[in-house]
């Protein structure tokens, strides 16, 4: 199955050539695109998906990969651990779900187990968090899990709130 981590009740796996109508209802949607980036018709998410997922150079512990509900094996969200646009050398961490799984924890747990595979798997000091200064719901989600501000920045006329977690040895 190609399973990353695991959860109570998520699993996180690599992105097969059968996620493309997957991928497309994450960038598809508005609700769930509204703080990530622009929404993509089908054309525009299956050549991102192929660019930035399957196609993307392999690290030892960075990726993109699908979220599924552990009980029915359904596909919920998307998970990764990726580099920071416009500067590499920092990683940062972020999700995405579909609007029916909000409201019910999964985010947090997701991150949760997220920081653990992040911390068994580098010895990078510290991650990222960032959001848009509107998305409340992802930075209490970044808080409760160990995150702290750490500074603004833009992305073109949006601004941006970045969180850092990190490691303590």
């Not at 050539?17 to 209802?25: C, G, I, K």
């Amino acid at each position: 199955m190609n399973s990353i981590f695991k959860t109570e009740r998520l699993i996180v796996r690599k992105f097969t050539t059968s996620d493309y109508d997957n991928h497309f209802l994450l960038t598809g949607n508005a609700d769930v695109m509204r703080y990530i980036r622009p929404v993509k018709n089908k054309e525009e998410s299956d050549l991102y998906f192929n660019e930035t997922v399957l196609d993307a150079p392999a690290h030892a512990f960075q990726g993109r990969w699908a979220v599924e509900e552990k009980g029915t094996k359904r596909f919920i969200g998307s998970f990764g651990i990726i580099p920071i646009p416009d500067d590499d050398a920092k990683t940062q961490m972020g999700y995405s779900f579909l609007p029916a799984y909000w409201g019910k924890g999964l985010a947090s747990e997701l991150v949760e187990a997220g920081l653990i595979y992040f911390k068994e798997r580098t010895p990078l000091a510290e991650i990222y968090g960032v959001t848009e200064v509107e998305n409340v719901a992802s930075q209490k989600v970044l808080l409760k899990n160990g995150f702290v501000p750490f500074g603004k920045k833009m992305d073109g006329d949006i601004e941006l709130l970045v969180f850092v977690f990190k490691r303590e040895y």
